[in-house]
């Protein structure tokens, strides 16, 4: 079956460390998203893909980092900058124009800092 | 501005009684809607959508919403809840015709069943 995979489910990252979470999808979409999760905060939009080797910042991006070497691939890598990364972090995607049909989601990473 | 709105964060419920969750969308935003439910530790799920047609949608697990243009809300509803339906439920709309943008997600509410 078609869907996302993201891995790990949880992570650790230690102070100063740079960590990367992987989002995997065979859905042939598109459009890929990065969100992050905080009690109480809803999704906050980190970075999106429209296509490969493209990119674009969404609304908290600082701290961040992505690529889009593959349509299939779209990596998030916490860097040392984040100073608050403890959260849940989940991928999505869809197919072009696609934001009217809605995303599907991956089942998530739990990155904490230790 | 383009927005959605959920208008309780907690809802607290005993099983088998009714529930309504409240969603309110900007009227600038364009009409495709969307309920999206979350588990504990779990991704998004979609619950049901309205594209076109029919302003009473059903989805999956039993819940259903309407689509009311003149109130711009988009309620979800469920006429007897069990356990297993404690989670988030985020309401979500694409941003207004013609207009780049993403999904446009509401804060969330959370539904606590009791037994």
């Known amino acids: 079956d078609g869907g996302i995979t993201q891995s790990p489910k949880y992570l650790f990252r230690k102070e100063g460390q740079n960590v990367t979470l992987s989002c995997e999808q065979n859905l042939n979409h598109d459009a890929m998203y990065w969100y992050r999760q905080d009690p109480g905060q809803g999704l906050r939009l980190i970075y999106y893909?429209?296509?490969?080797?493209?990119?674009q910042k969404g609304d908290i991006a600082e701290g961040y980092s992505v690529s889009r070497e593959k349509k299939e691939s779209f990596p998030l890598t916490v860097t040392s900058a984040q100073k608050n990364p403890t959260a849940f972090y989940l991928c999505a995607s869809t197919i072009p124009g696609g934001t009217v049909y809605g995303y599907t989601f991956g089942s998530g990473t739990r990155l904490t800092v230790v | 501005a383009q927005s959605v709105t959920q208008l309780d964060s907690q809802v607290p419920v005993f099983e088998e009684a009714p529930v309504e969750l409240r969603c309110n969308y900007s009227?600038?935003?364009?009409?495709?809607l969307f309920w999206y439910v979350q588990y504990p530790n779990q991704g998004l799920q979609l619950l049901l959508k309205?594209?076109?047609?029919?302003?009473l949608v059903k989805g999956i697990n039993g819940f259903e919403a309407e689509f009311n243009k003149s109130q711009t809300s988009f309620h979800l509803r469920k006429p007897s809840v069990h356990i297993s339906d404690t989670a988030e439920y985020f309401c979500?709309?694409?941003?207004?015709?013609?207009?780049?943008?993403?999904?446009?997600f509401g804060k969330g509410t959370k539904l606590s069943v009791k037994p």
């Open positions: 893909s429209q296509i490969v080797n493209d990119f």
């Open positions: 309205y594209l076109s047609g029919s302003t």
């Open positions: 979500a709309v694409p941003p207004a015709w013609g207009s780049q943008g993403n999904l446009i």
């Open positions: 009227s600038s935003v364009s009409v495709y």
